[in-house]
């Protein structure tokens, strides 16, 4: 009779059990728990959104979305928003999330947001895992390929504090892959992003507003900026980056639309162009004002790279006027940067020549052309020192 109760016991626990929607165990919330179909077709929205509610709501463990590897998870426009109650939260991506394959079955609900998944004011948040982000972009690429302004931004996060984000792979997003916003702390490392070289606007990841920002040992194969550095951003710190395809590592472009626009304490290290059309690039608009200053590009390797130094404080070229204010662009080093470009201009600096750029350093710069033309730099209005140069930067090499 024991035996007979026990296993009766045990049945019915079991159909208890398998009818609640419940964590995997304290901390640990599945989206297949929460109805999660994960074929590739079936709109799983619904079930993210209501693991992400237990998982923001319970202090209990470390609280874990847990997206599972060998399924496919089709997910319209959605956001994950904070606070949540504990400390730390985490969101592990072992599967595939993929946004609809067509623009038309798109169900967006705030247009305006141009975004695809979004965190928003969410502390101590990790995304990691071996799985793959689909943007499903190339729909998107055709209808837009002359405008960006209906196009969504794949991963968001805003207002995010000791964020983390690692070992993902994106692909393929109808605009930027990662955009940063308005977030303090964040670590980024071992991704791999990747986009068609035709594919217009689509950035490995856009950093504004945003201070503290660690990247490292990421490896961008985009249609546009690798990384683009935007206004309200200080202390950025890249390192260890493949860049390539891609229009290289940028900061800005600053002050479009007449904005004020402020940009400080840029430092990239021990990266590689190859390919890219641009290498180190500080990009900023005429009628804008403000500042970008003390940023550093130091050890960069170069393979064929089209334009391998730049500084433009006239990327608007349809605007002349003499009088338009102009981002000030001050304390840029460019140090130990060598490798061959299809150019044989490879150094330029397009400065304004109202208020020009300042103290901008040249120093142990080795740039060849594959062309097997000689290399030449070409400067107007920037003043600093050029130190151990091939090309010789001869408008700063006069100032020593």
Not at 101 to 110: L, T
Not at 305 to 331: F, G, M, T
Not at 385 to 390: A, F, G, L, P, R
Request: charged fraction near 15%; charge should be negative.
């Amino acid at each position: 009779m024991k035996s007979l109760f026990t296993l009766l016991m045990f049945v019915i626990t079991s159909q208890c059990l398998c009818g609640r929607i419940t964590p995997d165990d304290g901390s640990n919330f599945n989206v297949l728990t929460y109805g999660a179909n994960g074929d590739g077709n079936t709109d799983d929205s619904n079930a993210f959104v209501k693991a992400w509610n237990d998982v923001c709501g319970t202090t209990q463990g470390t609280p874990t979305l847990i997206i599972p590897e060998g399924k496919t998870f089709m997910l319209q426009p959605l956001s994950f928003q904070g606070p949540c109650k504990s400390t730390t939260i985490q969101v592990e991506v072992k599967g595939t999330i993929t946004a609809p394959k067509d623009i038309e079955a798109w169900k967006w609900k705030d247009n305006k947001r141009r975004s695809w998944v979004q965190f928003s004011k969410i502390n101590g948040l990790a995304v990691y895992g071996e799985g793959t982000i689909d943007g499903q972009g190339a729909p998107w690429w055709k209808k837009y390929h002359d405008g960006d302004s209906n196009r969504p931004t794949a991963f968001q996060f805003i207002g995010c504090e000791s964020l983390t984000i690692s070992n993902l792979n994106h692909i393929n997003s109808p605009r930027n892959h990662i955009s940063i916003d308005s977030c303090k702390n964040a670590s980024i490392s071992n991704l791999q992003i990747i986009a068609p070289e035709n594919s217009p606007n689509t950035d490995g990841i856009d950093i504004a507003s945003s201070s503290n920002i660690i990247i490292n040992n990421l490896s961008i194969k985009t249609g546009d900026d690798c990384i683009a550095i935007n206004s309200g951003s200080n202390f950025i710190n890249i390192t260890g980056v493949l860049c390539g395809p891609g229009h290289g590592i940028s900061v800005g472009s600053l002050g479009k639309g007449g904005e004020y626009a402020t940009v400080e304490e840029v430092h990239v290290k021990d990266c590689t162009f190859t390919g890219t059309t641009n290498g180190a690039r500080i990009k900023t608009w005429k009628g804008g004002s403000g500042y970008a200053r003390k940023i550093t590009y130091e050890n960069i390797k170069l393979v064929e790279v089209k334009n391998p130094i730049i500084i433009n404080q006239n990327y608007n070229p349809h605007i002349y006027d003499s009088s338009s204010e102009v981002v000030k662009v001050s304390d840029v080093t460019f140090l130990n940067i060598h490798g061959t470009s299809v150019n044989e201009n490879t150094v330029q600096l397009n400065c304004d020549p109202k208020i020009g750029c300042d103290n901008i350093i040249i120093d142990h710069i080795n740039i060849t052309s594959v062309a097997g033309g000689e290399p030449h730099a070409s400067c107007t209005n920037a003043h600093g020192t050029c130190s151990s140069s091939y090309p010789d930067v001869s408008c700063l090499s006069d100032n020593k």
